[in-house]
């Protein structure tokens, strides 16, 4: 089973930092996509940035250009720089994988599934 695992949420300071990770396991391999959600009080879940699986072609929400930086860290982890953190920044962040897995058992079979998987999410809170 596809499992994320979200860590590096806290409270900051207006303008401050705060790095967010995200791994993925309960697989082989796979080739998919994986991003970063997020979801303040009483309003909808919204696309904060996205990348490949190989890490290429970083794709930004407007809101948050220029100051949060997407990466792959290695085949299965993501992480999310922030900087310049607002009070609007403030939100639980989701981590959020779609594509291809491949599974291997001990005999050495290999099936594969496409599958979306999101996180439990991880409380970012920007406050004065």
């Known amino acids: 089973q596809v499992q994320l695992v979200e860590s590096g949420g806290g409270s900051v300071q207006p303008g401050g930092s705060l790095r967010l990770s995200c791994t993925a396991s309960?697989?082989?391999?796979?080739?998919?996509?994986m991003s970063w959600y997020r979801q303040a009080a009483g309003k909808e879940r919204e696309l904060v940035a996205k990348t490949r699986s190989d890490g290429t072609n970083p794709n930004y929400a407007d809101s948050v250009k220029g100051r949060f930086a997407i990466s792959r860290d290695d085949a299965n982890t993501v992480s999310l720089a922030m900087s310049s953190l607002k009070l609007e920044d403030t939100a639980t962040y989701y981590c959020?994988?779609?594509?291809?897995?491949?599974?291997?058992?001990?005999?050495?079979?290999?099936?594969?599934?496409?599958?979306?998987?999101w996180g439990q999410g991880t409380l970012v809170t920007v406050s004065s």
């Open positions: 309960g697989f082989t391999s796979s080739i998919a996509e």
């Open positions: 959020h994988t779609g594509g291809v897995f491949y599974f291997s058992d001990q005999g050495g079979a290999v099936r594969w599934k496409q599958l979306e998987v």
